[in-house]
């Protein structure tokens, strides 16, 4: 049988998993102050993109553009093209099919994106039975999967408690397996890390390279600070005001930053404890406040 | 264990000491009687340098805020001592403490939540001034704008509400209130976390210049160990309500002796690390 | 355990110290009972003076009260001069009356106030958003009296329903099933009148409610997921936003003696609240102390029902 050779292009011609081309939003009436300015972004399947940007930026627009959950706008242009499917105009209940199990988004403060007054367990499971008509004791064990999978080492506690019963370690695990509960393709996730601290921040982008490696989900993550891309994306895009003032592969952008905001961004990242302090500095402070000895509590006064 | 934690007399005297305070919580469910004992603070011992940026750090839940609270005057410990400027004011009666108030001021983290929704940015920071009646009522408007020239703020955000500014400038308003009473002790409860980098900068930078400006001693707390790094002079590391380690930056950052600050060091290096891997032009 | 306990010993001094007071406050009104006898030229002075020493009345006052509790133990409640019978006996069927009516008039306002609250709060300031506002404030600015006069007037033009009474004369001679018929048609009127007098309230504060929870970020994470409209009201939001309704259902359920008395004077619906009203305008005080004692217990049961509600549901409030 005649096989047709392999095209080199055909590869290359793979529509990307998520297109957003001439993308423009304002809120305000008049539309005059856009939120997003003719934002164009690909991200290929199994890819880490960031997104860099300060408050401000359009960078929540963006996320929440994407499966469609911005409140009206004034205007609203440009295409969204997921899979090739644009995503622009469709009828909510596709959306709603999309949202959960084929795109997911994870907010800010995952604390508060919990129902307080419902197991948290049932919460995931929700999830998926929005999705997937299953029995439910299938639920249930897809969730207590879930949560094992996002690396608590007992699920079943877990399931079972409230969110105020759960530590901010925890609960950030949990907002992660409700959200990649149903294996979606792509994950927004925005500013998931905030206020947390090293530990946990790396604990949550370990949880991300981990999934992204196992189950080729693709992330956009999007942040303010450049340090936590540098572990995790293979291209980072640089937004202010709402547009896009650079991107490329990250090794590129944080090596040799074109753009002046990129450049500004990059040199505030706090770099104070890599670099080592001088001899002099550290017995200058030490006269300052005087040098240690072992236990002894003096009295003081006068 | 508070062995770890010895303190000599300091060539200049500290503004603020700590000796043995302890502070816990009792919590109980509603139809038991079984109660729940939180050892918040445990046997601190903590010395505050004049002028100087003191840092503690910890992961959370080691009891940070409570101690702060503690040391901002608006909790009672449960036992320890509390040495502001030479006198005991863990003994003081509700009347002397008063008085000692506007020298200890507190920045939170919640800016959103530590502002009265209701009232404009200048009456914020004319609030403390009235009550404490250090300007006559023409004079109150004049100080209020001063202050927020001063902290950055224009003049045109004096009428407006605090939910209606960014997170910044909300930082930059409850720091306004802060020094509005000429305080000599600033703490600072984790102020910083929630804000963007740049935004984080401006204020590290707006804080460092009212500290030479007006004198501040500042205690910083915070579990971002890379803007602890910045800006400490001393930091001390707090770990399930005890004070583990305490120095100088360099020190306890170079040297680290107790296995929780190491590993918190060890998150936050190798975050710095990993960036600095990605940006170092390869040669 | 020992929370409810306690709260159960609160309630018993708060009913003893209304008790007290209910008797200090008849007894301050000026008359009694047996004045209206005096006048009447027919009955001899000696018969009220033999009268009043049979009932006790010239008795001081700590005293009467000490027999009353006597008798609130035994069973009787008090004795009642006009109906010369234990207060029980007049209370209980009243009450029962009352409760009827009641009962289902609440149950009715909240299964229309909680879907039409939700219904209302998830769509704000859209035309059946402000409809339902501007109804529920017209509804909260008429005043019962009015509501009811309104719907009797109604009654009496269009014969729907009878007019007064809680049964029709010929009600021995009905099977079960046209007795409940008979039952309901008669109720009609002073239960629809409760219903829109209560309805405004509960609809307004459901919405409040609602709308507080629908802008949480928990909320926009659950769409976020995917997850059907009707599940995210009924699902997340509402059970979410159930801690003051919990306690508005408490305040109904302790409301459910003392809310109507206007409504059963006026449609002569055989309940507590005419009972009280001419007992007190005869200064019959032994009925006035039971019917205030029953109204209270009633509210104070309903505020512990509604504590505990709250703990059942709420899990924060659980462990806290």
Redesign the interface.
């Given at each position: 049988m005649h096989r047709l050779p392999s095209n080199p292009m055909s590869r290359d011609a793979l529509p990307p998993l998520l297109a957003i081309s001439g993308l423009s939003i304002a809120y305000a009436p008049g539309g005059q102050f856009l939120a997003l300015d003719g934002i164009n972004l690909e991200i290929a399947a199994g890819e880490i993109v960031g997104v860099l940007g300060?408050?401000?930026s359009g960078k929540s627009t963006l996320a929440l553009s994407i499966p469609g959950l911005l409140p009206a706008c004034e205007r609203f242009e440009g295409s969204i093209k997921f899979r090739g499917e644009e995503l622009r105009g469709l009828p909510e209940s596709r959306l709603r099919a999309i949202r959960g199990a084929k795109i997911a988004l994870i907010h800010q403060e995952p604390g508060l994106c919990l129902s307080p007054v419902m197991r948290v367990g049932s919460q995931i499971s929700d999830v998926i039975r929005a999705h997937r008509r299953l029995p439910r004791k299938e639920l249930r064990q897809k969730a207590e999967a879930a949560l094992a999978e996002a690396g608590l080492p007992d699920p079943l506690r877990v399931y079972h408690s409230y969110p105020h019963q759960l530590?901010?370690g925890e609960l950030n695990r949990v907002v992660i397996a409700q959200a990649l509960a149903c294996r979606p393709d792509l994950l927004i996730a925005d500013e998931p890390t905030?206020?947390l601290?090293?530990?946990l921040?790396?604990e949550v982008l370990n949880l991300f390279r981990e999934f992204n490696r196992k189950f080729n989900t693709a992330i956009l993550f999007i942040t303010?600070?450049?340090?936590?891309l540098?572990?995790l994306a293979s291209r980072v895009v640089v937004m202010h005001s709402g547009r896009v003032v650079e991107e490329g592969p990250?090794?590129r952008i944080?090596?040799?930053p074109q753009h002046p905001y990129t450049q500004?961004?990059?040199r505030?990242?706090?770099?104070?404890?890599?670099c080592?302090?001088t001899a002099s500095?550290?017995t200058k402070?030490?006269?300052?406040?005087?040098?240690?000895?072992?236990?002894?509590?003096?009295a003081?006064?006068? | 264990m508070?062995?770890?934690?010895?303190?000599?007399?300091?060539?200049?005297p500290a503004l603020m000491?700590v000796?043995?305070l302890n502070k816990t919580y009792v919590?109980r469910?509603?139809?038991?009687?079984k109660e729940f004992v939180l050892g918040a603070c445990k046997d601190v011992?903590l010395e505050l340098?004049r002028r100087?940026v003191t840092a503690l750090v910890g992961?959370?839940?080691s009891g940070k805020s409570s101690l702060a609270t503690c040391l901002a005057l608006l909790q009672q410990p449960d036992s320890g001592e509390i040495?502001f400027e030479?006198d005991q004011v863990s003994a003081w009666t509700a009347e002397q403490l008063a008085s000692l108030r506007p020298k200890i001021q507190m920045v939170f983290?919640d800016s959103a939540g530590a502002l009265n929704p209701r009232f404009s940015a200048a009456q914020i920071i004319e609030e403390p001034l009235e009550i404490q009646r250090r300007a006559s009522k023409p004079e109150l408007r004049l100080r209020a704008l001063a202050l927020m020239e001063e902290v950055g703020l224009s003049a045109d955000c004096s009428k407006r509400l605090p939910l209606t500014l960014?997170?910044g400038q909300r930082q930059r308003l409850a720091i306004a209130r802060a020094i509005a009473l000429k305080p000599e002790l600033l703490i600072l409860d984790?102020s910083l976390?929630?804000l963007?980098?740049?935004?984080?900068?401006e204020i590290l930078r707006l804080l460092v210049d009212l500290q030479s400006r007006h004198n501040l001693t500042y205690l910083l707390i915070s579990?971002?160990?890379?803007?602890?790094?910045?800006i400490a002079?001393?930091v001390a590391v707090m770990h399930a309500g005890r004070i583990v380690e305490h120095?100088?930056?360099?020190?306890v950052?170079?040297a680290p002796r107790h296995g929780c600050t190491r590993?918190?060091?060890a998150?936050?290096?190798?975050?710095?690390?990993?960036?600095?891997?990605?940006?170092?032009?390869?040669a | 355990?020992?929370?409810?306990a306690r709260r159960l010993l609160h309630a018993g001094f708060l009913l003893a110290a209304v008790s007290v007071l209910c008797f200090l406050f008849t007894d301050l009104a000026p008359g009694s009972f047996f004045d209206g006898m005096k006048l009447n030229p027919q009955i001899s002075p000696e018969t009220v003076a033999a009268l009043k020493a049979q009932y006790g009345v010239g008795k001081p006052l700590p005293l009467r009260y000490v027999l009353w509790v006597k008798s609130v133990f035994t069973g009787e409640w008090g004795f009642s001069f006009a109906y010369d019978s234990p207060v029980r006996e007049l209370l209980l069927p009243r009450a029962r009356n009352t409760l009827l009516l009641t009962g289902t008039a609440t149950a009715l306002a909240w299964l229309i106030a909680v879907p039409l609250g939700v219904w209302m709060a998830y769509r704000p300031g859209r035309w059946d958003d402000r409809l339902g506002m501007g109804a529920t404030s017209l509804l909260l600015s008429v005043p019962e009296l009015a509501l009811v006069l309104a719907l009797l007037c109604f009654a009496v033009r269009t014969h729907a329903f009878p007019v007064g009474g809680m049964t029709s004369a010929n009600d021995e001679q009905l099977g079960l099933l046209a007795r409940c018929q008979d039952l309901l048609t008669h109720m009609a009127i002073p239960a629809i009148t409760l219903v829109l007098a209560n309805l405004p309230l509960l609809v307004r504060h459901v919405r409040s409610s609602m709308i507080e929870v629908l802008d949480a970020p928990f909320i926009h994470a659950a769409r976020g997921h995917g997850m059907a409209p009707a599940r995210v009201l009924i699902g997340y939001a509402l059970p979410a936003a159930a801690n003051p309704l919990i306690s508005l259902f408490g305040f109904s359920l302790g409301g459910l003696l003392g809310g109507s008395l206007l409504v059963e004077a006026v449609t002569g619906w055989p309940g507590l609240g005419p009972l009280l009203l001419e007992a007190t305008m005869s200064r019959d005080l032994y009925i006035v102390v039971g019917a205030v004692m029953v109204s209270t217990f009633f509210m104070v049961g309903g505020n512990l029902i509604a504590d505990a509600l709250l703990?059942a549901f709420d899990p924060r409030?659980?462990?806290?």
């Open positions: 300060e408050s401000g530590s901010g905030r206020s601290d090293a530990r921040q790396t303010h600070n450049p340090a936590l540098a572990r990250m090794a944080f090596r040799q500004h961004l990059l505030l990242v706090p770099q104070s404890l890599i080592k302090a500095e550290t402070r030490e006269a300052e406040f005087g040098t240690f000895e072992t236990p002894r509590k003096v003081y006064g006068g | 508070a062995a770890e934690t010895g303190i000599r007399h300091a060539p200049q000491r000796i043995g919590q469910r509603p139809f038991s009687r011992t340098p100087r992961e959370s839940g040495w030479e983290q960014s997170g984790e976390s929630s963007d980098l740049v935004i984080q900068s579990h971002d160990l890379s803007l602890v790094g910045e002079d001393f120095g100088p930056r360099e020190k950052f170079g590993e918190l060091l998150f936050a290096r190798s975050l710095e690390s990993d960036f600095q891997a990605a940006t170092e032009v390869q | 355990m020992r929370f409810l703990i409030v659980r462990t806290d």
